[in-house]
Structure formats: C-alpha cells, structure tokens
C-alpha cells in the first residue's frame, strides 16, 4: 500500500519552481514538405464502416484505367491544378504480401485519409510500430465519390466514381506538432506525416489502434531492411519479407 499525504501549497524556504522553456529539447527539429519532397510516398486509406467492416487499404500510384468508373480498389485524387493522381488497391488483408519495404534510415511521407462520410462517425488513430514520425499537415476531402456496388459475383466493391477534390486544410493540434506514433483522423480527413525509420530492421506493423478494428484486421505488416540488404535483393526479385512495393 501507499499513502500519498498533501502538504499545504504554500512554498517552503523561498523557493521557486525553474523556468520552463519554450523548447524542452535541444535536439527537436520540425519538419516540414520540403524535407520530403523527394522521398517515398506511401497511401493508406481507411474504408468507411457500412455497408461491410472497414477496412485498410495500402495503396499504389497507377496510370489511370479505362472507365467507366467506379472500378474495384481504384481511387483518384484532383489536385488544384486540375490533374488528376489515380490509386489502386494492392493490399487490404493481412496475409497479403508485404507491400511496403523501407530501407533502415529513411524519411518517408506517408498518407492516412478516412473515406467515411459520416461526420459524427469516430475518427481512426493509426499507429506505426517503431517509428517516429511527425505530422506535416491536415487536409479535408469531400469523400462523397466513393462508392460501394455489388460485384457481378457477390460481394461488394468500393471505388470512386469522379476524382476526390480537397476542401481545405484542417488543424494540427499543438500535441500533434511533435514526435508521434500515433495519429487520428476523422471522416473526410487525410493527415500526411514524415516518418524517420532509424530503428532495427525487421518485421512490423501499421493499424488502427481501436482494438474492434484490430480484430476486423485493419492492419498490415511492412518491412524495415538494412539497404544494402536492399541493394543486393530489390522486392519484388525474390527479397523474402520484402517482396512488393
């Protein structure tokens, strides 16, 4: 057992509590963009939770396809300049192959956007497993051209049926600006972060962190590998572990 006893608050022997400063540590740097502007991009998508279990797609940037759309696990994104950036699906379960395979020490941006369109809808908090990384930005998405529709075969399939457009930025809050591991977003929410993999190589996972999505399988395995592991044996060239994109 332990006993807490509170004392009176008033100071004792004149002392004074130490200044705290406006940076606590020495070491910090914020990120920005430009920090990586030239590096590897990752998108992860959240699906919303009707009319079947959400669930997390890792995704990968293609020409487009032929129409009509919506088509199966293809996303598209109009920038502000007009063009238009299209996704498809390459993994969503999580005994599909690794996908993503980092080179130990790398920077990388990575994507997180909510596809739910139900505003009161709870928001995702996804976390990346021994990685730190920091938020860049919150951006808002009108979502409402994502689609599910039934397959020829059964089934549903979910896509969108004109490019997803922004809508404006949202708000980091103060406790988001710095090192993280965990970040939630909301429906119609993308959060781009700058993720530092400075830790050990091996095998880890990235998922939403509501224990009911855990179980649904909203998680996916990627790859950290020394780079000249990754010199040696690019994925997709019979790199084990590593192999995809």
């Not at 300049?81 to 980092?102: I, N, Q, W």
């Not at 896509?159 to 909301?186: A, H, N």
Request: glycine share 12%; charged share 20%; hydrophobic share 35%.
């Amino acid at each position: 057992m332990m006993e807490f006893r509170v004392a009176s608050r008033a100071s004792h022997g004149g002392a004074t509590a130490p200044a705290v400063g406006a940076t606590l540590s020495s070491s910090y740097r914020r990120r920005n963009e430009a920090d990586v502007a030239d590096a590897t991009q990752r998108m992860v998508v959240v699906t919303p939770v009707y009319p079947k279990d959400p669930e997390l797609w890792e995704m990968e940037r293609v020409k487009a396809p032929d129409g009509p759309f919506p088509i199966d696990g293809v996303i598209q994104f109009e920038h502000p300049d007009g063009t238009v950036h299209t996704y498809k699906r390459a993994s969503h379960t999580f005994d599909d192959p690794v996908r993503f395979t980092v080179p130990g020490g790398a920077t990388e941006r990575w994507s997180f956007l909510s596809l739910e369109k139900s505003e009161g809808s709870y928001p995702h908090p996804m976390h990346l497993h021994a990685v730190a990384f920091q938020a860049l930005d919150r951006d808002r998405y009108d979502v409402s051209t994502f689609e599910f529709f039934e397959l020829p075969g059964g089934g549903y399939g979910a896509g969108t049926t004109s490019p997803l457009k922004r809508k404006g930025s949202g708000t980091l809050t103060p406790g988001e600006r710095g090192p993280k591991d965990v970040i939630s977003f909301g429906p119609g929410e993308m959060v781009n972060v700058a993720a530092e993999f400075t830790g050990p190589a091996g095998r880890f996972m990235h998922h939403c962190h509501i224990y009911e999505h855990e179980d649904m399988m909203m998680m996916r395995p990627f790859v950290i590998m020394p780079p000249e592991v990754l010199a040696a044996a690019p994925p997709g060239h019979g790199a084990g572990p590593g192999h995809g994109h």
